[in-house]
């Protein structure tokens, strides 16, 4: 009588996806400084998001959903700077932004999930 142990089976080729997820609130994150970083960070958060595990796919979503908020914000935010009501929807947006970056990469630090990553908050 012999007795086996089942192995279990793991995937011959393992994904960093939160290296890739990380990589993205760093782009993110400079692009304050130059924009087309953000565009990176956007295309690289689509193509991660339909392989990604479920957690890393929440943060790939966030992400996702930070770049088009964000951008809708800076859009109006822009556009009423003559009102001067811009200049506290630009502000929004910054502060915003910031907020979504640094919780993201600190749950991504401590691989957390984000609990509503389709919040238009702070997830």
Request: proline share 4%.
């Amino acid at each position: 009588m012999t007795v086996s142990a089942e192995v279990p089976i793991q995937d011959p080729t393992p994904t960093n996806d939160r290296g890739y997820a990380l990589a993205v609130y760093g782009l993110y994150a400079l692009g304050f400084f130059t924009v087309i970083t953000t565009v990176i960070g956007l295309i690289i958060a689509y193509v991660k998001s339909t392989t990604a595990s479920e957690m890393w796919r929440s943060h790939f979503q966030f992400q996702i959903r930070t770049f088009w908020i964000g951008l809708l914000y800076f859009i109006v935010g822009f556009a009423l700077l003559y009102f001067f009501v811009g200049a506290f929807i630009i502000l929004w947006w910054t502060i915003w932004t910031l907020v979504r970056i640094i919780k993201g990469a600190i749950l991504l630090h401590d691989q957390r999930p984000i609990a509503t990553p389709t919040s238009w908050l702070f997830g």
